[in-house]
């Protein structure tokens, strides 16, 4: 670097752009904030949804799955599981893990009772109205 | 040592290489888990083997940090630790937060961990990397401010160099972004957003000003290049990773329910985000072609300068390759996004805390170096290591493509699972990758135990 550049003008660069750029970041957010209500399908979050979302967080569901393609890798996407299998699959396959099929990945059983079951179904029904700009590319995720 | 409160540093070190070893076991048995899907099952299942492996490779980052700051920091400052009791007392408690929030994980079943730790009072748990009970989460915000003060407080006292200034920095912003750990509403939405102000900001923010600060300390000492020109290395450095990594968020907000826009702001602020790390690699390799001495552990310039390169390879070009819209929407959520956090990893984070450990822990046990054996054992071991974690990154990446043609742009797409039947020979390999990852790990831990003569320190 050459001589003319000196260390103080260095630190001066830093601070101003790294706080340029959190205000930047700041206002997008602000912005993000209020176009939300439009994406995020809000309106269908109702109490047994967000009932639903107690239960997907407290049996670590994100540990294998992905939701919205964030989470692990290791069992299928299920932001548009609501829409690729439809609430009595869903209720169903839960009841009846693990399959212990030989050699196959096992999902442990929770023991939900009907109504913690229907409260994450609804929850499914919510995230899968989220407008994800049309991700996935397809139903399978 | 030049300051007898600098021994500190070393139960935390030892602490992160132990807690680095759970964490690859741990690999170990969801790598297994991937190709024999009911090992160990119904006792260890994935969910809960995962939120090991990545909850111990947080904590034992953390001890990393935390060793490195109270190495670091009195020496820069030229000053003895403020409280060398205080950081005694926080390693305790640090370790028996982590130990037992990890035992909890084996052997709680989740929920009644939930229950039984107030995450009815205030839900956090069960998100990604943030699966720690609330009990646990206010530890780690204790111990965090308690010891941000005792350092604070020591560079206070002391002479404030860029490098502490900058490593203050990043220490502060990591502690003031968990704070949206505690923050779960309802709206999923809103969840994400505000998640990946702690993921994101983390990791592709202030932790790069605490990468940067613990490499220029290594690079001054190593090559003894004059500290103004380090420094201003390091201002440059820190203001790239800040400008590009801040908006640089935007790259996952593409497709969480967020506005269309950040595809835009997303993918051209982190196209940018290589940039910093391809400094961090052209500035390790200049100064240590400029040394002015040949300073006798060759180990630890061997880590500054993997740290540069594969920080670079695997933060950089695998962030790249993934990162902008139109290819992140078929990449998102596949083994593309599991290859590059596994390489990103390891060669930004960990190796820049090995690369700390390797030139202080000499030091703290009294010597300049390590014997030549040693160090030689050591150098093996990062060349296993670092070549094991390139194939799991490629074999994880093969996988990834292949998961995407099947399931994603085939025209006749396969479900997830018979997808995940047809990569299998990549998990396979992937394992066996692993296998020698754990044998650079033994390699790497051995070397501490090596006898030879080594150089003495000249006080």
Sequence with gaps: ?141 | MKYQSQAVALPYFIAAIALFAGQVIFGLILGTQYVIGDFLFPEIPFNIARMVHTNLLIVWLLFGFMGAAYYLVPEEAETELYSPLLAWILFWVFLAAGVLTILGYLFVDYNTLATMTGNNLLATMGREFLEQPLLTKIGIVVVALAFLFNISMTMLRGRKTVINIVLLIGLWGLAIFFLFAFYNPTNLVMDKFYWWWVVHLWVEGVWELIMAALLAFVLIKVTGVDREVIEKWLYVIITLALVTGIIGTGHHYFWIGTPEYWQWWGSIFSALEPIPFFAMTVFAFNMVNRRRREHPNKAAVLWALGTGVMAFLGAGVWGFLHTLAPVNYYTHGTQITAAHGHLAFYGAYVLVVITIISYAMPILRGRAANSPRAQVLEMWSFWIMTISMVFITLFLTAAGILQIWLQRVSETPMSFMTTQDQVALFYWMRVWAGVAFFAGLVTYVTSFFVKGESKPLIA
């Excluded at chain 1, 690729?84 to 399959?99: C, E, S, V």
């Design chain 1, 1 to 141: 670097m050459s001589g003319t550049f000196t260390k103080a003008m260095a630190r001066n660069v830093f601070y101003g752009g790294s706080v340029f750029f959190f205000l930047l970041f700041l206002a997008l957010t602000f912005d993000t904030m209020k176009a939300l209500p439009k994406t995020d399908n809000r309106h269908n979050l109702t109490p047994s949804a967000a009932a639903g979302k107690h239960i997907w967080e407290t049996r670590n569901c994100i540990g294998c799955h992905t939701l919205l393609g964030e989470g692990a890798y290791y069992a299928p996407e299920l932001g548009n599981v609501y829409t690729r299998r439809g609430p009595d699959f869903i209720k169903a396959w839960i009841q009846a893990m693990p399959t212990n099929a030989p050699g196959r990945r096992q999902m442990p059983q929770f023991h939900l009772t009907d109504q913690e079951l229907d409260d994450l179904v609804e929850f499914f029904r919510y995230t899968a109205g989220i407008n994800t700009q049309k991700w996935p590319p397809n139903i399978e995720g």
